[in-house]
């Protein structure tokens, strides 16, 4: 399986989160993957933090950070190892690593919240 294809399988699915994710230990987050090159599919959607704070969850993946070692990437998931840029989504809407927006996937349930976040 191509990794894109893990990636695009993950976002796919619709799981029901654990009880221990809290609202208040999630917020929006840019989400794009790495490991096909600069510029791959990208998402914004909510994220959950572990109580550390060290771990990440978005939908069925699990992230963990480069520490710092990545080449345009700062998280990998955990299950294929590929990479991943996470970060907070920018007002102006220039996500991605060379700016712009395009195809950049905005989950339904954080729709009208991304929206009052950008403007």
């Given at each position: 399986?191509r990794?894109?294809?893990h990636?695009q399988?993950?976002?796919d699915?619709?799981?029901?989160?654990?009880?221990?994710?809290?609202m208040?230990?999630s917020?929006?987050?840019?989400?794009?993957?790495?490991?096909?090159?600069?510029?791959g599919?990208?998402?914004?959607g909510?994220?959950?933090?572990?109580k550390?704070?060290?771990?990440?969850?978005?939908?069925?993946?699990?992230?963990?950070?480069?520490?710092?070692?990545?080449?345009?990437a700062?998280?990998?998931?955990?299950?294929?190892g590929?990479?991943?840029?996470?970060?907070?989504p920018?007002?102006?809407?220039?996500?991605?690593?060379?700016?712009?927006?395009?195809?950049?996937?905005?989950?339904?349930?954080v729709?009208d919240?991304?929206?009052?976040l950008?403007?």
């Open positions: 399986m990794h894109a294809d990636w399988d993950k976002l699915q619709d799981m029901p989160l654990p009880k221990a994710f809290r208040s230990r917020r929006i987050m840019y989400i794009e993957a790495k490991s096909e090159g600069l510029e599919e990208a998402v914004i909510r994220v959950f933090f572990s550390s704070g060290k771990t990440l969850y978005y939908k069925g993946l699990r992230f963990q950070s480069l520490k710092g070692a990545g080449f345009k700062n998280y990998f998931d955990t299950e294929s590929d990479f991943f840029w996470i970060s907070g920018r007002k102006d809407q220039n996500d991605r690593l060379y700016g712009g927006n395009k195809d950049v996937l905005i989950d339904e349930d729709s919240e991304y929206a009052d950008i403007n």
